[in-house]
């Protein structure tokens, strides 16, 4: 069973579409990540959820917009995809009272035309 | 901001070698957290280390947080071709309502059978 599963694994699309990427957690745990991974391997964070609140949110366009239905999901829409978009996104999970042990998913590598 | 500083940047060793990366910084953290990324994969934690001087081994692998909380060390002993990849290192600071995790850029590990 995959702990952390990110769809799609791969996203090709052109400029100014509008994507989304899904996140599903089955380790039950209370807080969910997103980071942008870009092509130096330098990961950054974008975005964290802890019980479907938002309790991080770094300096990301407001094109980027996280949802989360419920404290097992946490899914990315980006608007308006733009050439510097093009990476790999991250879905990751931690507990809250071990905040920093988190389970990461394989990515979703974004390549915009 | 905080940030964290890996060396080296990249290490090209013999299989069977030992293997020594280290994390710097010039924050404290309350815990380091050690990852391994192999190749279309997302990182995967290797050792987490909780109190300062703490020594943690993971089969081959063997961490320390630094006496000064601002580093930590990972060892590699007697390479494999499969310890291939980035290992990028992690130091988390509690804040009030979340904890916060800063990746460091990573060491690029090759290793020549």
């Known amino acids: 069973d995959t702990a952390v599963s990110q769809t799609p694994k791969y996203l090709v699309t052109q400029m100014g579409n509008d994507k989304s990427i899904k996140c599903e957690q089955n380790?039950?745990?209370?807080?969910m990540y997103w980071y942008k991974q870009d092509s130096k391997k330098f990961l950054k964070i974008m975005f964290s959820?802890?019980?479907?609140?938002?309790?991080i949110n770094e300096t990301v366009p407001n094109r980027f917009s996280p949802k989360s239905p419920d404290k097992a999901h946490l899914n990315l829409h980006i608007n308006s995809l733009e050439l510097g978009d093009s990476a790999v996104y991250f879905c990751?999970?931690?507990?809250?009272?071990?905040?920093?042990?988190?389970?990461f998913g394989d990515g979703t590598r974004l390549s915009i035309l | 901001g905080q940030q964290l500083n890996q060396s080296p940047q990249s290490m090209f060793i013999q299989e069977g070698e030992d293997v020594s990366m280290n994390c710097t910084s010039s924050?404290?953290?309350?815990?380091w957290l050690w990852y391994k990324q192999e190749p279309g994969e997302g990182p995967v934690l290797l050792i987490a280390?909780?109190?300062?001087?703490e020594l943690t081994s993971n089969g081959r692998l063997t961490a320390q947080f630094g006496i000064t909380r601002k580093d930590s060390f990972l060892n590699i002993s007697a390479s494999i071709p499969s310890d291939v990849g980035i290992y990028f290192c992690?130091?988390?600071?509690?804040?009030?309502?979340?904890?916060?995790?800063?990746f460091g850029p990573g060491t690029s590990l090759s290793v020549i059978p």
């Open positions: 990751a999970s931690s507990q809250a009272v071990r905040g920093g042990a988190q389970h």
């Open positions: 380790l039950g745990h209370d807080t």
């Open positions: 959820y802890n019980n479907k609140e938002l309790i």
């Open positions: 924050s404290i953290f309350n815990t």
């Open positions: 280390l909780y109190k300062a001087g």
């Open positions: 992690a130091g988390q600071l509690k804040k009030t309502s979340y904890d916060k995790v800063i």
